[in-house]
């Protein structure tokens, strides 16, 4: 399996981005996909996921503002990220499956 994410950037407190995350190797439609992400000095953390039957689940530091969503025909997911905060700074892992596997990070950094 390989995930490949990307979209991550600098932006202002108040912008958005939207990430991105290809799958290979894997049935990408009979998993389970999320993203999480790991701030300096701090414990990687769950941000959302989405499951095979599109039933989503949000960190509550990112309810309102982030929405996941996948296309099983192009084995991507996205996070779209609106009104940034500082403390969304942060690599930020794609993952697949309930172990969960993750792939290499994206870097997002918003400043105030």
């Known amino acids: 399996v390989q995930l490949q994410a990307s979209g991550g950037g600098l932006v202002q407190a108040g912008g958005s981005l939207r990430l991105s995350c290809v799958a290979f190797g894997t049935m990408f439609s009979g998993n389970l996909m999320g993203w999480y992400r790991q701030a300096p000095g701090k414990q990687r953390e769950l941000v959302a996921t989405?499951?095979?039957?599109?039933?989503?689940n949000y960190a509550d530091s990112v309810k309102g503002r982030f929405t996941i969503s996948r296309d099983n025909a192009k084995n991507t997911v996205y996070l779209q990220m609106d009104s940034l905060k500082p403390e969304d700074t942060a690599v930020y892992y794609c993952?697949?499956?309930?172990?969960?596997?993750y792939g290499q990070g994206t870097q997002v950094t918003v400043s105030s």
């Open positions: 993952s697949i499956g309930v172990l969960p596997y």
């Open positions: 989405i499951s095979t039957g599109y039933a989503t």
